[in-house]
């Protein structure tokens, strides 16, 4: 198996994946074969943050306060 990091890019009414050119000779693939992706889920880093940190008081709450007290203080 091969992990490689593509851009998805649009392609007439869809989208594609370019797969470089050495990436593609290290395994083995060519014009017209058919591979199989996984397809990982976009994630949010920032939610990706929170739900590893843990807080005292939730999230919501703790930026509630931000925004009432403010960032000029």
Known sequence: ???VLAQVRDWGRSV????PKETA???HIKSGDKIRLL???KKNPIEETFGILKFKRPVKEILKEVDREGWDE
Do not use: C, D, L, P
């Open 1 to 3: 198996m091969v992990e």
């Open 16 to 19: 594609g994946v370019v797969i």
């Open 25 to 27: 000779a290290k395994a």
């Open 39 to 41: 397809i990982m889920e």
